[in-house]
């Protein structure tokens, strides 16, 4: 029987067609889109059987009467779909107001809020920081001398964005003035937790999960964000599971039977210390950032969207052996201008490192400067061997100089 979808896509950017030109290849399957941007505009050439147009997707009333419509007019949605992490609330809402499985609001909150997901965490038995909520300034001086060094960021954060890690009283003081909390807008202070920084991508069916991969994080993205002039480097192994991978699998599977995730992917952040004991740093119910799954896709010979697409629509999921490892090295500039004044060593580093470079985004004279820890650019690079990938994106990354103006 054929699946009956809905994909949110607020507006159409080249990771978004494509998600929904895979998803519309897909066979047996009735799919609609709700989005911000008028019919007219919607990539062309997508089977598509229902377009509704709405000012604001995450506001959970507007996207409930868009699904609603397609309910009346089809006779039922299976699937309400959405990668974007800040729609997770939003789709659950509607998903558990119209009787869609999926997702529902009390796992999504679980998932979007950092002091919830710390919570459910360590009542669970998975070892996760010490955390608190601050409201105030004597909430936060409080944590500190508690923990002597701390990390501050939004409930609702993502992408290490307004990450603030702190040790002095001063330090705490510049953070508060960033993020104001307040009683009704609380952040989350998190100790810190040092020790190599990795992913676990994971797919997962009626609670089961199926399918997993770790990455590297060269170095972590929070020394990234505070050493502006340090490159930044994803690395995924030629092999898929390592031993400290495999020694933390439990914990992942444990942490998303807390949490509550039956059905989709997941992308966990978490630290693997000196003395062999782990730590989670946050999970998210959703499709990693910084181009991981273009590197699945790579290693595996396939388009990790579709097999993300062919998850949520019909809760299959299949991959074939990992021939290859891959990464995304990071073009970061320095200097304190707004403006990218110059782009040097880029052509050299790219004759170096030769045909293990698959695709990159370069960076151009005159770019404004990128608010992100990504940078201005990014180069994808793949080979036989890990080493060969690390051998790479240290040309690219110790041969490239970006300096702004």
């Known amino acids: ?111 979007r809020d950092k002091n919830q997901m710390k919570k459910v965490l360590h009542q669970a038995g998975v070892p996760v920081a010490k955390q608190s909520l601050v409201r105030s300034v004597e909430d936060a001086l409080a944590f500190l001398d508690t923990c002597g060094m701390i990390v501050l960021k939004p409930l609702d954060g993502m992408g290490s964005k307004n990450t603030i890690r702190v040790s002095t009283k001063d330090e705490l003081f510049r953070a508060l003035n960033i993020l104001m909390p307040s009683p009704s807008r609380p952040v989350q202070a998190e100790e810190f937790v040092t020790g190599d920084e990795h992913t676990l991508e994971a797919m997962s069916i009626n609670g089961e999960v199926v399918w997993h991969s770790s990455s590297y994080y060269l170095p972590g993205p929070l020394q990234v964000i505070e050493n502006p002039w340090m490159q930044y480097c994803v690395l995924l192994p030629r092999e898929r599971i390592e031993p400290h991978v495999e020694s933390f699998l439990p914990t992942n599977a444990q942490a998303l039977k807390a949490l509550g995730l ?18 989670i740093g946050e999970v998210g119910a959703r499709p990693p950032g910084v181009n991981i799954m273009r590197l699945n896709g790579l290693v595996h010979g396939v388009d990790f969207w579709a097999k993300w697409a062919e998850l949520e629509v019909h809760h299959r999921f299949e991959m074939p052996e990992r021939k290859l490892a891959a990464g995304c090295a990071f073009l970061r500039g320095k200097g304190r201008g707004r403006t990218v004044a ?64």
């Open 1 to 111: 029987m054929s699946v009956h979808a809905v994909f949110v896509a607020p507006y159409f950017g080249a990771s978004m067609t494509h998600c929904l030109r895979v998803m519309a290849a897909l066979p047996d399957l009735k799919l609609g889109i709700v989005t911000c941007v008028p019919e007219a505009h919607v990539p062309k050439g997508v089977r598509l059987s229902g377009h509704y147009r709405i000012d604001n997707p995450m506001d959970p009333g507007q996207l409930t009467v868009a699904v609603r419509a397609f309910q009346k007019e089809w006779g039922r949605v299976d699937r309400l779909i959405g990668y974007l992490e800040q729609l997770q609330e939003s789709l659950a809402a509607a998903r558990e107001a119209l009787g869609i499985p999926g997702i529902h609001r009390q796992v999504a909150h679980n998932f």
């Open 262 to 279: 039956r059905t989709g992917m997941s992308h966990m952040e978490w630290f693997h210390r000196k003395d062999n004991s782990v730590r």
């Open 342 to 405: 110059s782009v040097t060593g880029l052509d050299e580093a790219l004759a170096k490192v030769g045909n293990a470079v698959v695709e990159g985004k370069r960076p151009k004279v005159g770019q404004p400067r990128s608010s992100h820890y990504e940078g201005e650019g990014w180069v994808i690079v793949q080979h036989e061997s890990t080493q060969g990938v690390l051998n790479a994106m240290k040309e690219i990354i110790t041969r490239t100089e970006i300096q702004y103006k």
